[in-house]
């Protein structure tokens, strides 16, 4: 798992508006949440990982143990159920909520592809290693 305490800054970000006006949204935070650059950062501590997103709008982390379940409040304020498994370089993250979402973040020496899908709407987001 090289990609523990390795952090990824935004390069690249496809459809996302559309990602996000699926979730349900709002233009104010849909335009922030477009111009900001966040970084990704996942640790380990025994057995528990935390992934913080930190960027100028607000940071994030979420701790949690490879395949049990536990509550997350999403960037957008949304309270959801997750579970997130490992799939050899590959975070694997099912939201179940009002709108389940899946979250895959493919993690390699030199960037973290984030693939978001909800319904049929799908946003690539590509992170570059810093």
Known sequence: MAFIGKKYKLDK???????????????????????????????KDGDTYTLTTTSTFKTSSISFKLGEEFDEETLDGRKVKSVITLDGNKLVQEQKGDKPSTIVREFTDSELITTLTIGSVKSVRIYKAV
């Open 13 to 43: 970000s496809e459809n996302f508006d559309e990602y996000m006006k699926e979730l349900g949204v709002g233009m104010v935070l849909r335009k922030m949440g477009n111009t900001v650059s966040p970084t990704v950062e996942v640790t």
